[in-house]
C-alpha cells in the first residue's frame, strides 16, 4: 500500500512541507471541501492554476488529511482546519464537527498523471501500469479480496467490485491532470481516448465520496458541457472561491518576511507580487517567495521552474496585434479584452485562423500565470515575469529581436545622457535602426517615442517615467523624475521628439509649455537637462539637442550633436534658429 492508496510519496511531501520554516497554513479549504463530501451535485472540484502555485502541496494536504491508513491527527490538530473558519458560530461547530468526522475516515486514490508518462508507447500501456500499482495495494491492504481473484485490466471495474466487497468509498485526487493532451506524448485519438477514461474512472461511480482534480490548463467549455460536466471549475480567469489557497495572499507574506528579518515586503512585492484575484486581491507565486526567503537573495527564480521557451514560442507565433501589444506590456501598461477560459481543445487546434485567436492566445498566457487577468485588462504581474518577456525577445530569427538590443543597452544610454554625451546618444539610436529601418521606412511620432521608451527601459530602476502627463502648459512626451531616495538631489529629464523636424524645435517646445513648471512644489531639487530628440527620416539620422539648467531655470550648459550643429549652419536654418533664441523665456518668470 502507498503506491496508489493512501500515497507515501504525498503524506512525505506534506510532512516536510509542515516542517519549513516558512509554512502557510492553507488547511482550511479542506473546511471548504468537507462540506462537498457525498453530495452529487458539488463533489467533484477541479482547480486550475500556473506551475508553481501549490496545487500539489494542496493534494499532498488532502491524501494527508483524508487518508485511513496515515495518521496524521498530531499535525492537523495544530493547522486552522481544527479550529473551523466561518465567522457564524453553528458554522464554525459543524465544520469542527466535520474536520474530525472526516479525518482519516477514507482511503484515497492519488494519481500523478505526469509521472513516468515518458516511458510508456501507448496510453493503454500507462493506464494499465496504474492498474497494477493499485493491485498491489489491495494484495496489501485487502489480502483476502475476492477482486484479487478476478482482478481485470480495467481499473473502474476493480474499484467497483472493492467498494460492493468493503462497502469504503473512495476519495480521489488527480494531480497534473492536463499534462497527458499538452505534452502531446500520445496521438489525437488517443487523448479523445484519455478524456473518456477520466469521464469513466469519475462521473456518476459511487464508490467515490470525493473528486480533486488540479493542473495548469482548465478542461473548458466543449468538456465541461459535455464529457467532464460534473465537475465544477475554478481557473486563473474564474475563482471566487479558491483563490487564497492558491499563491500567497499579501498577509501571508507579511508573517513570512517577519520570520526572515533580512528580506521586507517591499523587497518581494514588485518582484513576485501582481497576480490578481476575481476582486483585484494581489497574490504571490509561492515558489519564488519560498526560494527568496529561504536564500535572501531576490532574482528571478521562476526560469527554474520551467523554460522561458515557451513564452518565446507564443511572442513570435504570428498573430496580428500581439507584437505591439506585448512591447506595450512589458513597458508596464495594461491592455484592455474580454477573455474566456483557454481550455484543452484549444491546445489541440491547429488552424491559425480560428475566431477569436487573439483572445484565446492572451486566455493561454493567463493560464500559463505569463499574465494576470481583472477588471477587463491584462498585465504582466511583476518584474521577474518582466525578465522573463525580455528573455523572450532575444530570437535572431525574429524582429523583435530589435527591442532585446534596445533594453539591454538602455544602461548605456542613461549612463550617456546624464554625461550629456549627446554623440554617444546618437550613436546607440542610430546603430538600433540600421538593423530594423531603412531610409523610406515610416516612423512616426508614435513609433518613435516606442523606440525611446525601450532605450531608456532600465532607467525605471531609478526613476518614475511618466509619459504624455499634463506638466505646465502642456503634455511632455516623457519625463523622469528621480524615485524618492534621489528625489532632492536626482537630474531630472524632460524629453520632447520630433520627425523630420529638428532637436532645437523639440526644445523650444519644451520652454513654450514650461513643462518644468511646480517642480520644487513637488519636492525635486536636482537639474534639469531639457532634451530635444529629432529623427530625420530622410537621412537615417537622429539629432540631439540637451540644455542643464538648476532648479531655478538658470542655464549651465548646452550639448548639441554634430547633425544639429551642421542643420543650425544651413543657411534656410538661420531664421528658425534666431525665432528660437528670440523665444527663450526668461528664467526669473518661470514658476517653479
Request: proline share 2%; charged share 35%; with cysteine.
Amino acid at each position: 500500500m502507498g503506491l496508489v492508496i493512501d500515497n507515501i510519496d504525498m503524506r512525505e511531501k506534506f510532512k516536510g512541507i509542515f516542517r519549513q520554516k516558512y509554512f502557510v497554513d492553507k488547511s482550511n479549504i479542506i473546511n471548504d471541501f468537507n462540506k462537498l463530501i457525498e453530495d452529487e451535485s458539488s463533489k467533484y472540484v477541479c482547480i486550475t492554476k500556473p506551475r508553481r502555485f501549490g496545487k500539489t502541496s494542496i493534494a499532498a494536504m488532502l491524501v494527508m488529511y483524508y487518508s485511513k491508513s496515515i495518521d496524521s491527527k498530531e499535525i492537523f490538530d495544530k493547522l486552522k482546519v481544527s479550529k473551523g473558519k466561518s465567522s457564524d458560530i453553528k458554522e464554525k461547530e459543524n465544520e469542527i464537527k466535520q474536520y474530525k468526522e472526516y479525518q482519516g475516515k477514507y482511503h484515497t486514490i492519488y494519481l500523478d498523471l505526469s509521472k513516468n508518462v515518458f516511458s510508456f508507447e501507448t496510453l493503454d500501456a500507462f493506464i494499465s501500469s496504474i492498474n497494477m500499482e493499485l493491485k498491489t495495494d489491495i494484495e496489501e491492504l485487502y489480502p483476502n479480496s475476492k477482486v484479487l481473484n478476478a482482478y481485470k485490466d480495467n481499473i473502474v471495474y476493480n474499484l467497483k467490485k472493492l467498494y460492493l466487497e468493503t462497502d469504503k468509498k473512495f476519495i480521489l485526487v488527480i494531480d497534473e491532470w492536463d499534462y497527458i493532451i499538452t505534452n502531446k506524448k500520445f496521438t489525437d485519438d488517443e487523448c479523445d481516448d484519455y478524456i473518456e477514461f477520466l469521464k469513466y474512472l469519475i462521473k456518476d461511480n459511487s464508490f467515490l465520496a470525493f473528486a480533486y482534480m488540479t493542473g495548469i490548463t482548465p478542461i473548458a467549455k466543449k468538456l465541461s458541457q459535455s464529457t467532464l460536466n460534473c465537475f465544477r471549475e475554478y481557473t486563473m480567469l474564474n475563482d471566487k472561491k479558491y483563490f487564497e489557497y492558491f499563491g500567497f495572499t499579501e498577509e501571508e507574506v507579511n508573517k513570512l518576511c517577519s520570520k526572515n528579518k533580512k528580506l521586507t515586503f517591499k523587497d518581494l512585492e514588485s518582484w513576485y507580487n501582481g497576480y490578481k484575484s476575481y476582486d483585484g486581491k494581489k497574490i504571490f507565486n509561492t515558489w519564488s517567495v519560498i526560494h527568496a526567503l529561504n536564500s535572501n537573495i531576490i532574482e528571478n527564480y521562476w526560469s527554474q521552474s520551467g523554460s522561458f521557451n515557451e513564452l518565446k514560442r507564443m511572442i513570435n507565433y504570428d498573430i496580428v496585434g500581439v507584437k505591439e501589444d506585448i512591447l506595450e506590456l512589458i513597458n508596464g501598461n495594461e491592455i484592455e479584452i474580454q477573455l474566456e477560459n483557454y481550455g484543452v481543445e484549444d491546445i489541440r487546434k491547429v488552424s491559425e485562423e480560428e475566431e477569436h485567436v487573439k483572445e484565446i492566445f492572451y486566455s493561454k498566457m493567463v493560464t500559463f500565470g505569463y499574465l494576470t487577468y481583472y477588471d477587463g485588462k491584462i498585465s504582466i504581474p511583476n518584474e521577474e515575469l518582466k525578465e522573463e518577456f525580455i528573455k523572450a525577445l532575444n530570437d535572431k530569427k525574429s524582429d523583435m529581436q530589435y527591442f532585446y538590443d534596445m533594453i539591454k543597452n538602455s544602461d548605456k544610454m542613461l549612463e550617456v545622457t546624464l554625461h550629456k554625451n549627446v554623440k554617444r546618444m546618437c550613436e546607440i539610436l542610430d546603430k538600433s535602426h540600421m538593423e530594423k529601418i531603412s531610409p523610406g521606412d515610416r516612423l512616426d511620432h508614435g513609433n518613435l517615442k516606442r523606440v525611446i521608451d525601450y532605450s531608456y527601459f532600465n532607467a525605471r530602476a531609478k526613476y518614475d517615467i511618466k509619459e504624455e502627463s499634463p506638466d505646465g502648459h502642456g503634455r511632455a512626451d516623457v519625463i523622469f523624475l528621480p524615485k524618492e531616495k534621489n528625489k532632492v538631489n536626482g537630474e531630472i529629464i524632460i524629453i520632447e521628439l520630433k520627425v523630420n523636424s529638428t532637436a532645437k524645435e523639440a526644445i523650444k517646445q519644451i520652454h513654450q509649455k514650461k513643462y518644468y513648471n511646480g517642480l520644487k512644489k513637488k519636492g525635486y531639487y536636482g537639474n534639469i537637462l531639457l532634451i530635444g530628440i529629432n529623427y530625420d527620416q530622410k537621412k537615417v539620422k537622429y539629432s540631439c539637442v540637451i540644455e542643464e539648467y538648476d532648479i531655478n531655470m538658470k542655464k549651465l550648459s548646452t550639448s548639441e550633436s554634430e547633425a544639429e550643429r551642421k542643420r543650425r549652419n544651413e543657411p534656410e536654418s538661420d531664421g528658425i534658429y534666431k525665432r528660437l533664441r528670440s523665444s527663450v523665456v526668461n528664467p526669473k518668470k518661470i514658476n517653479l
